[in-house]
């Protein structure tokens, strides 16, 4: 894993470093689309990966990202209520558009634009959680808090 970082990747670590964080991310070659298959290969529980999910809110179409421990389903009733708004599912156009990463590999930093987000309460009681990087095959480690830091995002109830 000592290869050049895709672009991608790179602009994740770029703003890992700008943010004074020590995270490293690393590439696979393995994908990493689903919390299970990242969780593998890591070697840690599905519940500390952290996806990022990009919902749209059904009026005034906004991004919203949720980022949701790898074991559970956002309730989107009980986020939208956070937006007071309805919030759907986002298509991809649109998550690579607000986000300027594809889904599958959407970190929680270094995006296109700036987004609401809520973090999954649940991700707290882990003293290490993973995010994506970037790309399908990029991860990072890093502590809970540093995620609050690193988002803004408020941390919630979201199944």
């Known amino acids: 894993m000592s290869a050049p970082l895709t672009a991608s990747a790179q602009k994740v670590q770029d703003a890992l470093r700008a943010l004074g964080l020590s995270s490293e991310v690393v590439e696979s070659e393995q994908p990493t689309r689903t919390a299970a298959e990242a969780a593998k290969l890591v ?14 809110t059904a009026q005034t179409e906004r991004a919203v990202l ?10 989107e009733f009980r986020v939208g209520m956070h937006v007071k708004e309805a919030l759907g ?9 607000v986000t300027g990463f594809a ?6 930093l270094a995006h296109a634009t700036q987004i609401p987000t809520f973090i999954d309460q649940d991700l707290m009681k882990y003293p290490e959680i993973w995010a994506a990087a970037g790309t399908p095959n990029a991860l990072f480690r890093l502590a809970p808090a540093d995620l609050v830091k690193m988002t803004g995002g408020r941390v919630i109830r979201v199944t």
């Open 66 to 75: 949720v980022i949701t421990s790898g074991a559970n389903t956002v309730n």
């Open 89 to 97: 599912k986002a298509p991809a156009a649109f998550v690579r558009q």
């Open 43 to 56: 070697g840690c529980q599905v519940g500390q990966i952290a996806k990022s999910l990009v919902f749209k």
């Open 103 to 108: 889904i599958g590999g959407i970190p929680p």
